[in-house]
């Protein structure tokens, strides 16, 4: 009886002896095992079983992504303008054992270096390279962050200059000089809008003239071309007449007064010429031409 006692706190013990020896790792997490104080494995997600007492889980890592944000620090540029610059750096475990054993204090070790590489390269800059080159500061920081932390089994994927802070004279200069950028931006706006404005109005008025010398001219073709109508017209009629005459077989009293009716009214043309005779035998001649004229 007291043997099987004895036998079943001997079981119960080695099986919470087993069950205390069994390690489950999470996914995205590994765990650095230690034997008698020396590196023994690294396991990874799933169940695993160590000897109590003996094997030790000397560091536990999560294998995600992690960020770092530093607080903002001093920094001085190439023309000695010193200002605070804070940035983030985004890095990944790759190698639990190499994190565990490459270095004390990794996030301490990453801070120091990164406030260091930043300084030796705002240092190369000037003051208006350092705020445009954002993106050349945050790739040369990476390259050599991630060379630079390899040892200690940690990748850096990415290093983000997140805000650059000028002393605050410089900051009001720079607003100053922004200021007077957009002032000129506006008034050399403001002078091509009249000056596009003003061509406009002179395309406009010539475009303008151009249609009253255009309906001048054609109104005066019509009134020439209505006029030329007119004495056409006329001489037409009075041909018709004298034919009319001649076919009456009118007498030379008759042809004379007829023809002095043509010449009155040939006279109120202001374009047409007529030469009076001075005497009455004159005017007899021309009766008589008119006569010849009708035969």
Known sequence: MVFAIVAGVILILLLLLFISGVRVIRQAEAAVVERFGAYLRTMNVGVHIVIPFIDVIAKKVTLKENLIDFAPQPVITKDNVTMMIDSVIYFQITDPKLYAYGVANPIGAIENLTATTLRNLIGQLELDETLTSRDLINTKMREILDEATDPWGIKVNRVEVKNIQPPRDIQDAMEKQMRAEREKREAILRAEGEKQSAILVAEGEKEAAILRAE?????????????????????????????????????????????????????ESPSTKVIIPSDLQGAAGLATSLKELIK
């Open 215 to 267: 309906a001048k001219k054609q109104t005066e073709i019509k009134i020439a071309e209505g006029q030329a109508f007119a004495i056409r017209a006329l001489q037409e009629a009075e041909a018709a007449g004298i034919e009319m005459i001649k076919d009456a077989s009118a007498d030379q009293s008759v042809i004379a007064l007829k023809g002095f009716e043509a010449l009155v009214k040939m006279a």
